[in-house]
């Protein structure tokens, strides 16, 4: 599993875009690069999912450099409903079975 | 839309208490796991369950955790003799798949068990 390097927090104010950025150099050539979202006391729920460029859905982007070493998400117009904590998490699960292995994360608050 | 629920919301039970917790996946999931977070820490991988039997498991799922789908629809994790360390928020989780480079497991809401 490639291991990732991500911030341990980040502050914003609401109606920013928020750009959290992960780091994972040894990634594979078949690894995807998803973000999982956590609240307060509630379960990891998934967010995006990537391997290369850009990818958008209605909560977030992706963006991914041609040398897939990093990866950012982006927030755009954050609301306070926001400041959670969000995993970079990068490998190929067929592997292994399926887990998911959680770094520390980023921890987002965001402020009125 | 569907989703992984799981009983009780919160347990307390004494050192040495077998604990079972339960959880419903999404009905069409084949492929169900749990995991455990700490309060404070990250959340880590327990356990996952495949075609009625454990598919992989961490360090941490020694002999006292045992998991179970006694039924079509239920799917639940026993703790033999519980410890003082064992104090977590455990998470249910399934997906239709065990990956192909997808990483998209739906997780209930937890149950915090605290062992005193």
């Known amino acids: 599993l490639a291991k990732t390097t991500q911030p341990i927090s980040m502050d914003s104010y609401e109606g920013q875009e928020v750009n959290i950025t992960c780091s994972h150099n040894n990634i594979a050539t078949n690894d995807y690069i998803t973000w999982y979202q956590q609240f307060p006391s509630q379960g990891p729920r998934f967010i995006i999912q990537g391997y290369k460029t850009k990818v958008t859905n209605e909560v977030a982007s992706l963006f991914i450099p041609a040398d897939r070493k990093s990866s950012t998400l982006s927030l755009p117009r954050v609301s306070l409903s926001d400041t959670a904590v969000y995993y970079c998490?990068?490998?190929?699960?067929?592997?292994?079975?399926?887990?998911?292995?959680f770094g520390q994360g980023t921890e987002l608050s965001v402020k009125p | 839309e569907p989703e992984v629920t799981q009983t009780p919301s919160h347990q307390v039970t004494q050192m040495g208490q077998e604990v079972i917790l339960r959880c419903v996946p999404i009905?069409?999931?084949?492929?169900f796991y749990w995991y455990r977070q700490i309060l404070g820490q990250k959340v880590e991988f327990l356990v996952s369950?495949?075609?009625?039997?454990?598919?992989?498991k961490s360090e941490i799922f020694d002999d006292q955790f045992s998991v179970e789908r006694p039924d079509g629809s239920n799917f639940t994790l026993k703790i033999r003799s519980t410890k003082l360390e064992d104090s977590a928020m455990y998470f249910c989780a399934s997906s239709d798949s065990p990956g192909t480079g997808t990483y998209e497991q739906y997780f209930g809401p937890g149950t915090r068990l605290t062992v005193t």
């Open positions: 369950f495949y075609n009625n039997e454990i598919s992989e």
């Open positions: 998490l990068v490998g190929l699960l067929y592997n292994q079975g399926g887990k998911l292995i």
């Open positions: 009905s069409n999931h084949l492929y």
